[in-house]
């Protein structure tokens, strides 16, 4: 995959949060998150040069904090 092809998966993870926002309705931001985790995580299997913590930033991850723990974690278990 190229880094246009990543940047267009987390356009598509932000936009599903813009979406539901635009049209009044709640989003689990908490399914979110690991949607956004579970997707980077695979992505740097592709590309161990893959720059998760960038990546979720694009997505729109708002916790940053949880996301960082989260994505340490997830790199701990492999």
């Known amino acids: ?6 940047e267009l998966l987390a356009e598509s993870i ?13 989003i ?13 995580q695979l992505l ?6 893959f720059d ?3 990546f979720l930033i694009a997505c729109g991850v708002h916790d940053s904090t949880m996301a960082d723990v ?3 974690a997830g790199k701990e278990a492999k």
């Open 1 to 6: 995959m190229t880094r246009k092809d990543y």
């Open 14 to 26: 932000r936009l599903t949060r813009n979406k539901a926002e635009w049209q009044g309705q709640a």
């Open 28 to 40: 689990d931001e908490s399914t979110l998150l690991a949607v956004s985790i579970s997707m980077a």
């Open 44 to 49: 740097e299997y592709d590309n161990p040069r």
């Open 52 to 54: 998760r913590h960038r």
């Open 70 to 72: 989260l994505a340490t």
